[in-house]
């Protein structure tokens, strides 16, 4: 399958950890990255190479992967982290496909 | 720091071709580590990916738009380009230019992940 599976929507209290996933066979062997997009603004790369964080992007996102899963962890959750996060990996004719993402709420 | 700026027509009629240019400051295109690439979003919707191009010129395409879409690029300008064919309403989107990592993580493994983006351009296809 070339799909990758979000839960649509993930709500998170203030200073709290949430955890979202990236589910599909691809991510067993094809790594993309995660992607946080505030509204009227281009997506940010928060995260690649399973869990390293591009330069001043915060060390409360971390990464994971297992099996034909991906997980973005956020620990300590801020107001501003608010966002829509979606996660990639690749096809195997290479080409790159999109998680639906996710819309995160931080109460 | 590396910055790409999109630059096309916001409006676009049916039937006609959108024709949108990258323009990369700060940086070289000509980087043997990175293809160059297009994503586009429709209103209130995902991330769709249309095809990348490496700075010699091989390029790869969404096989869902592949028979429409051609990116090329432009060197001596620093530049790459996409051209979508026969436009329709389905065609409105936010299209954003970006830099993809390609990289060979051995055993079988490899990672494809997009670190540099442009701002955005809304392009509509509208009569």
């Known amino acids: 399958s070339s799909e990758l599976t979000q839960d649509p929507a993930v709500s998170v209290a203030l200073g709290q ?25 281009a997506p940010l790369l928060v995260l690649y190479h399973k869990n390293n964080r591009p330069s001043g992007i915060p060390d409360r996102f971390s990464g994971s992967t297992s099996g034909n899963t991906a997980s973005l962890t956020i620990t300590g959750s801020q107001a501003e982290d608010e966002a829509d996060y979606y996660c990639n990996s690749r096809d195997r004719s290479g080409t790159v496909i999109f998680g639906g993402g996710t819309k995160l709420t931080v109460l | 720091q590396l910055q790409l700026q999109e630059s096309g027509p916001g409006l676009v009629k049916p039937s006609e071709t959108l024709s949108l240019t990258c323009t990369v400051s700060g940086g070289s295109i000509s980087i043997s580590t990175y293809y160059w690439g297009w994503i586009r979003q429709p209103p209130g919707k995902g991330l769709e990916w249309i095809g990348s191009i490496f700075y010699r010129g091989t ?63 809304t392009v509509t296809v509208s009569s």
Not at chain 1, 25 to 34: A, D
Not at chain 2, 81 to 103: F, G, H, I, K, N
């Open chain 2, 59 to 121: 390029t790869y395409y969404n096989s869902s738009l592949e028979s429409r879409a051609t990116v090329s690029v432009d060197t001596s300008k620093n530049q790459f380009s996409l051209r979508l064919r026969s436009v329709t309403a389905a065609d409105t989107s936010v299209y954003y230019c970006m830099r993809q990592v390609r990289e060979d993580g051995g055993n079988g493994n490899d990672y494809y992940y997009m670190d540099v983006w442009g701002k955005g351009t």
């Open chain 1, 17 to 41: 950890t949430v955890r979202i996933t990236c589910q599909g066979e691809s991510l067993r062997n094809f790594y993309g990255g995660w992607y946080q997009q505030k509204p009227g603004q």
